[in-house]
């Protein structure tokens, strides 16, 4: 038995999202079902977290465990050539049998595109919230950073299923900033680990403090423990990218 560590690229608009669901088309089960063609026997791919319907990822971390002695380069074209257009493998490598794509991870890197002109190109529409209408820009990127270092993030967190068994919703965000290019303005984040619909809440947060409905001091308080307030806007899946997972 082998474990091979590979990073997927994909296009999540038309799948609902990365976890397997029964009867609907998911990227971990098209990779499963592509894989285990390959191995001969049903496979288990591990991702390094959950992305939800529509989200993208330009390096989703995976891992699966083979018999095949394929080499790693072979692995990953063999894979692609079968694989759906929307979706790619890349950097494949061996790993140690206990490799845990989620469990190991150290940091991860969400990215969330905010189009900003009045006319949104069609080739862009897939892979960006579209949102011409007035706001405070700077304020927003001066917002940002309240969210870095040790909280409590249960005001931006959505009920999850498995809320059960991690109760506690303290993260540590490193980095948290908002940047112009041209047309899109995106906010990007760098985590010990992410809560369902925490970046899409954490997102639309900023915009109400663009659109001057909260401020600052709105921000803090609900970083602050037991605050009791609920998520607010969470904006559209389809402007959020999964961009890196770092490990020791």
């Known amino acids: 038995m082998r474990r091979l560590r590979f990073e997927v690229a994909y296009d999540g608009t038309d799948f609902h999202g990365w976890q397997v669901q029964p009867g609907l088309p998911t990227v971990q089960g098209v990779l499963e079902e592509v894989i285990g063609t390959i191995e001969g026997k049903p496979v288990h791919v591990a991702g390094s977290g959950r992305t939800d319907a529509g989200v993208h990822a330009l390096a989703q971390v995976a891992a699966v465990s083979l018999t095949n002695p394929i080499p790693p380069d072979n692995f990953r074209r063999a894979v692609n050539r079968l694989l759906p257009a929307a979706i790619r493998i890349n950097h494949v490598r061996e790993a140690g049998l206990d490799f845990h794509p989620r469990f190991h991870a ?121 605050s009791g307030f609920r998520p607010g806007l969470t904006v559209p899946a389809s402007g959020l990218f999964l961009v890196s997972v770092d490990y020791d």
């Open 106 to 226: 150290r940091r991860k890197t969400y990215e969330y595109r905010i189009y900003r002109d009045e006319v949104c190109s069609p080739f862009e529409r897939r892979y960006v919230y579209h949102h011409p209408y007035p706001l405070d820009e700077a304020s927003m990127a001066a917002a940002a950073p309240l969210f870095e270092g040790e909280h409590d993030f249960s005001a931006f967190a959505s009920a999850d299923e498995r809320d059960r068994l991690e109760p506690c919703k303290v993260r540590i965000i490193y980095r948290s900033a908002i940047t112009r290019t041209d047309a899109i303005m995106s906010f990007q984040v760098t985590g010990s680990g992410f809560l369902k619909h925490m970046v899409r809440n954490l997102t639309g947060a900023l915009l109400e403090v663009g659109k001057r409905n909260l401020a600052k001091e709105d921000l803090q308080a609900r970083l602050r423990p037991g």
